[in-house]
């Protein structure tokens, strides 16, 4: 099961993040914010011009993109003129970004990992078990000691955003263990060729697919296994994948997944000079309305799930959670020694996890 578990993550973490199909709420925080006033910072002497590469699946029709044209509204009150180039393809994004056609990437947090792994492993299978402790992690990503971590030459992430719990669903529900995953065909990002090696170990079979394709093969039974929050349920029509063979959402979420903001800082110092004093100010900021933008977004979460038919989901036995709980833990330790999570940010989600529940089995292990 945890290779399972730790695979589904992988697969479709990247995949779904930037699936945010919720009416903006953008204007409804920050309307009234203006320079100088209320500890806010005050304008830029000089205009700044920034060009950011944005991942929507529907392009300059997504929800996604009308967010950030309202980010960028609030932007010009601060002298900042924000250039959007938005694609529809999550690939083409990063590279674009990385060729140096913008200074910024809105991408998933995974998709970020190889600008900034420890900001990137933010989505491990396990790690954040709840919008709880997502809110403290969130919270605590705001401290300045974090900045530091959040840099690796010349990109910095600067802002995570919460999508929802990553959940597995089958299109039989019959397939509830990693015995009866073996032979499924399970669908694997074309862009990650280790997943499916993980997938072949398992004893299914990898299928390559992308964004644009995968709840399609799930749909017509190309697939018989994905990953995915709850709000590709209705977005991309997964309930007809569910209904062809009496298919199940497992309420046993993997993960925590969310999306990135990532910056060149090399490129942006050249605008800016004082670029680490203007993340300080705006962190201080952040903190200020933090709770009051995570409280939107969980409650959009939350309706999301709450909007999905109780038919489909199924709730794992509490003697079941708690083995994959430790199969999880022991997959993030073996993901963490090949490479593919930070040491460093295991262990602040570990210390999260026991600070919410203190007696936890692990909270007494040391080894994560």
């Known amino acids: 099961m945890k290779k399972f578990i730790a695979t589904c993550l992988l697969i479709f973490s990247s995949a779904i993040t930037s699936l945010n199909s919720h009416a903006t709420e953008v204007m409804a925080i920050g309307g009234s914010f203006k320079p100088g006033e209320n500890g806010l910072p005050p304008a830029l002497d000089k205009p700044l011009y920034v060009s950011v590469c944005l991942f929507d699946i529907l392009g300059k029709n997504g929800d996604v993109y009308s967010r950030a044209k309202d980010l960028t509204l609030l932007a010009r009150r601060w002298n900042v003129f924000v250039d959007i180039k938005v694609f529809t393809d999550e690939r083409i994004t990063a590279e674009n970004f990385k060729a140096g056609q913008c200074e910024a990437a809105g991408i998933s947090t995974l998709r970020a990992r190889q600008f900034n792994q420890f900001i990137g492993s933010v989505d491990s299978v ?179 799930e709450a909007d999905i038919p109780s038919k489909y989901w199924l709730t794992l036995p509490p003697e079941d959670e708690k083995r994959y709980l430790m199969m999880m833990r022991e997959a993030r330790i073996m993901m963490t020694k090949d490479g593919f999570y930070d040491p460093r940010m295991m262990r602040l989600l570990k210390k999260i996890r026991c600070k919410h529940e203190p007696s936890a089995a692990e909270c007494a292990l040391t080894d994560e």
């Open 126 to 304: 396990g790690g954040v078990p709840s919008y709880k402790h997502m809110r403290t992690l969130l919270h605590t990503l705001l401290d300045p000691k974090m900045i530091p971590l959040s840099i690796t030459e010349p990109y910095q992430i600067v802002g995570v955003l919460p999508i929802g719990a990553l959940y597995v669903m089958v299109r039989d529900k019959q397939i509830n263990s990693i015995e009866k995953a073996a032979g499924k065909r399970i669908a694997v990002l074309d862009w990650d060729k280790s997943q499916a090696k993980m997938v072949e170990k398992l004893g299914a079979q990898p299928v390559a697919s992308d964004i644009t394709n995968f709840a399609g093969k799930f749909n017509n039974g190309q697939v018989d296994i994905i990953a995915a929050p709850a709000i590709a349920f209705r977005a991309l029509e997964l309930y007809r994948g569910l209904d062809a063979e009496g298919g199940a959402i497992y309420r046993f979420p993997l993960a925590q997944i969310t999306g990135s903001l990532v910056i060149n800082r090399e490129r942006l110092r050249v605008k800016l000079p004082d670029l680490d004093q203007k993340i300080m100010s705006l962190r201080e900021v952040g903190v200020r309305f933090l709770d009051t933008f995570l409280d939107q977004m969980f409650a959009f979460i939350d309706k999301a």
